[in-house]
C-alpha cells in the first residue's frame, strides 16, 4: 500500500470538494486491496473505491438521502 488513508481522504475532497463525514477502510478482495471511503456531501451519500497503488478512484456510488 503506497497511500494512506490520509492521501484517500484526500482523493475524496478532490473530486468533491463538498465531502464531509469522510470514513476510511481498507478492503481486501482476495490479493487485491483497495481503500473504500465513505462520505456525506450536499444531500448525498457515496463512498469511492480507490486504488492504495496508484490512488486512482476505481469506482463510486452515490444516492440521494
Known amino acids: 500500500v503506497v497511500f494512506n488513508e490520509d492521501q484517500a481522504k484526500q482523493v475524496v475532497l478532490d473530486q468533491y470538494p463538498e465531502a464531509c463525514e469522510l470514513a476510511v477502510r481498507?478492503?481486501?478482495?482476495?490479493?487485491?486491496?483497495?481503500?473504500?471511503?465513505?462520505?456525506?456531501?450536499?444531500?448525498?451519500?457515496g463512498t469511492c473505491e480507490i486504488n492504495p497503488e496508484s490512488g486512482?478512484?476505481?469506482?463510486t456510488k452515490l444516492q440521494m438521502e
Open 26 to 45: 481498507l478492503d481486501y478482495k482476495g490479493d487485491l486491496k483497495s481503500y473504500l471511503v465513505d462520505f456525506t456531501a450536499d444531500g448525498m451519500k
Open 56 to 59: 486512482t478512484i476505481i469506482g
